[in-house]
């Protein structure tokens, strides 16, 4: 026996017998236990399938949210951009009804002065640093802005083009010393000349001096341009009297006046280029 297995031949013709048998044997066992086998194949597979099916929702409902996300987005710029609209047509509305009524204001001003030719500006630029507030509006030459025309809104005088560039111009008001305009009490019809005043001008005030020691001026009497002079138009309020008193010269008198314009509110102006 040992002589045999000593046989390379059949030792290898051994092993496939033994191999063959143990096929036949588990074939067998596989036929007769299909039902235990299929438990344990289920008990397997079952799981894999769960987690594999898992997954599978988790990315369909990622992307299901990924695409709702997108879309939500996508209305959500779309709502930006109509509310983006319908406030620029609100600014452009109320901006409209602003005009109408500014030169609605001006209109009035025209019919009683159809000699006077008009320019709106706007204000683009203020000197924080000047007490006697000057600002730069956007008109210049090109529209025929010349230094010296006389600068208004609907309530009254506001200054004058000190300068005058291409696209823009620098505007005195009369809180400055350096204007000098003739004027005339409405009520007493006394006159003078109202000029700027560094310490009045801290507190928003000018001055009218000039005036006759005879004068009747009284507070809230209206000063307005007497025309004299040819600078500025006839007629242009240029603020109430606050005050009157005796000159340090002992022989005439001099105003303080209120400005009828409040220079840090106003936003836009008309320039009067020819009357």
Not at 37 to 51: K, R
Not at 99 to 119: A, C, G, M
Request: proline fraction near 2%; include cysteine.
């Amino acid at each position: 026996m040992r002589f045999l297995f000593k046989n390379k031949k059949v030792r290898v013709v051994s092993i496939i017998a033994l191999v063959l048998a143990c096929l036949i044997i588990l074939y067998s066992t596989v036929i007769k236990n299909t039902a235990f086998h299929s438990n344990i194949v289920s008990s397997v597979i079952n799981p894999i399938q769960t987690m594999f099916s898992n997954i599978s929702k988790s990315v369909n409902d990622k992307k299901n949210e990924q695409t709702e996300n997108k879309i939500l987005l996508e209305k959500i710029e779309e709502l930006e951009g109509i509310i983006s609209e319908q406030n620029q047509k609100l600014v452009d509305y109320e901006e409209a009804i602003r005009q109408n009524e500014f030169y609605k204001d001006f209109l009035e001003i025209k019919e009683e002065n159809p000699s006077y030719k008009f320019v709106d500006a706007r204000i683009i630029s203020r000197n924080t640093n000047d007490t006697y507030c000057s600002f730069i509006i956007d008109k210049g030459t090109v529209d025929g802005v010349k230094v010296h025309d006389t600068i208004i809104t609907a309530e009254g005088l506001v200054g004058y083009v000190s300068d005058a560039y291409t696209t823009q111009s620098t505007v005195t008001t009369v809180l400055n010393p350096k204007i000098n305009i003739s004027a005339i009490d409405n009520h007493s019809r006394d006159t003078g000349n109202v000029t700027g005043d560094a310490s009045l001008s801290v507190d928003g005030f000018t001055k009218m001096i000039y005036i006759s020691s005879e004068n009747t001026m009284s507070s809230g009497n209206f000063v307005i341009t007497s025309g004299e002079g040819g600078i500025f138009p006839k007629g242009l309020i240029i603020g109430t009297v606050v005050e009157v008193k005796t000159s340090q010269n002992k022989i005439s008198c001099e105003a303080t006046i209120q400005p009828i314009i409040d220079f840090n509110k106003i936003n836009d102006v008309m320039i009067i280029t020819d009357f």
